[in-house]
């Protein structure tokens, strides 16, 4: 976790596991800043804190067929963190965590933070998984420079509106039972959202499995339908194709993340790399179990990140 620091105090960056952490390899090393609180995973009675040793008994129980899911830290948790990093020497906290319409772990963070022995700014990053881990890393590097905790927040919020997110289930079963996609986000014939019905409407079933492969953003908080296709390589070019569309050409992050999809995630980070030759770093991720238990195995994610304008 944190590192003791000098007496001056330092800026904590707190977070939650449902970020998705990119390994640098230009020698930034931000975990004497950094700390992570998992979600908890639950499946077929068994419970367990995301990422620990224990959590592979609830991934076990869910791959027999036991539905796994997700609960928020508790307030308790965060408020062991905040503690963490007074005692290490932070003057200030700025905790960053996935959209509070998706779920209840910003409330955690506010209620530990409002009992805080130092400040501590909470930041609704309205986005997920690299897109998160982008954001937060980010304000680790500001953190760093020595900016001001209200500013850091600030600026995370911003970085978080200029990135655009986008990703592919190879299984909708999970995003459906957990309740997360946008209401009213539904694709009909064609791929036009429609009101109601299940997220691909009229569409047979194949023995249990996806005729179709869903294709969404993460936009403000919210999980919206983009389109259908039949396939999860015909979504791995769509997904290049949106990327590059994104990124435009300006100077951009990329970052591709997976869940049980490592070499398909491979081939769609060297197609990105040659989409969009103006891309200043690129990341490769294997999602955390919290993503996989909403996105199912299979799934591939992109997430293009802005240049900071410091940086």
């Known amino acids: 976790m944190f590192a003791n620091r ?8 707190v977070t939650d596991s449902t970020a998705s952490l990119p390994n640098l390899t230009t020698g930034a090393d931000y975990s004497s800043l950094l700390a992570v609180v998992p979600l908890r995973l639950l499946a077929g009675g068994l419970v367990a804190d995301d990422g620990a040793a224990e959590a592979a008994a609830v991934e ?6 036991e539905r796994l899911t997700t609960a928020r830290p508790t307030p308790e948790r965060f408020a062991a963190v905040y503690q963490a990093a007074a005692d290490a020497g932070a003057r200030a906290v700025v905790s960053a965590h ?12 506010e209620l530990a933070a409002a009992a805080s022995a130092v400040p501590v700014h909470v930041v609704d990053a309205h986005t997920i998984g690299t897109g998160l881990g982008l954001v937060v890393l980010d304000a680790a590097r500001q953190a760093r420079a020595g900016l001001a905790p209200d500013e850091i927040a600030t600026r995370a919020g911003r970085y978080a509106e200029r990135l655009g997110s986008f990703f592919a289930l190879a299984d909708q079963d999970a995003l459906l039972a957990g309740g997360r996609l946008m209401p009213g986000g539904r694709l009909g014939p064609g791929g036009a959202p429609v009101p109601g019905g299940p997220l ?7 023995e249990g499995r996806l005729t179709y492969r869903p294709i969404l953003r993460i936009s403000s908080g919210q999980i919206v339908p983009v389109e259908r296709v039949r396939t999860m390589a015909a979504a791995a070019d769509r997904l290049a194709e949106l990327a590059a569309r994104f990124a435009g050409d300006e ?14 995630a491979v081939e769609l980070t060297e197609r990105l790399a040659a989409l969009i030759p103006q891309v200043r770093r690129k990341f490769l991720v294997a999602s955390g179990t919290a993503i996989m238990a909403h996105a199912g195995r299979g799934m591939l994610g992109v997430t293009v990140a802005p240049r900071p304008a410091d940086g």
């Open 251 to 264: 100077a951009v992050d990329l970052a591709v993340e997976h869940t049980a999809a490592a070499s398909r």
């Open 98 to 109: 996935l959209p509070g319409s998706l779920s209840g772990t910003i409330a955690s963070a």
């Open 200 to 206: 691909l409407a009229g569409e047979p079933a194949a």
């Open 60 to 65: 076990y129980a869910a791959a027999r067929g």
């Open 6 to 13: 000098s007496a001056a105090g330092f800026v904590a960056i």
